[in-house]
Nanobody
Framework: QVQLVESGGGLVQAGGSLRLSCVAS????????MAWSRQAPGKEREFVGA????????DYVTSVKGRFTISRDNYKNTVILQMNNLKPEDTAVYYC????????????WGQGTQVTVSS
């Protein structure tokens, strides 16, 4: 069973960048598709993007396309969310998730990391 721990959140000015990491413990990380979601105060959790088991396929919500990039290193059991040109509306708690099928559902979740973008 995989356990996920996110890190890398923080406070950044609009236009800046942050790099979130999600480290997975447990076996068979490479068999899991991985995803990032976010939840802003008072809003429902929103899908941000996902990456397939091999890393060869990615998908993003329209609002982050061209600004966010998901990558993974199956040797290091790590998935990265690189966020560039951040906007105040990107402020949220960001969660990584794992699931057996690319596209979901993603049943394993981390505890989240806070990202705050100031204007």
């Amino acid at each position: 069973q995989v356990q996920l721990v996110e890190s890398g959140g923080g406070l950044v000015q609009a236009g800046g960048s942050l790099r979130l990491s999600c480290v997975a413990s447990g076996r068979a990380f490479s068999t899991y598709a991985m995803a990032w979601s976010r939840q802003a105060p008072g809003k429902e959790r929103e899908f941000v993007g996902a990456i397939s088991q091999s890393g060869g396929t990615t998908d993003y919500v329209t609002s982050v396309k061209g600004r966010f990039t998901i990558s993974r290193d199956n040797y290091k059991n790590t998935v990265i969310l690189q966020m560039n040109n951040l906007k105040p509306e990107d402020t949220a708690v960001y969660y990584c998730a794992a699931g057996p099928i690319y596209g979901g559902p993603y049943g394993k979740w981390g505890q989240g990391t806070q990202v705050t973008v100031s204007s």
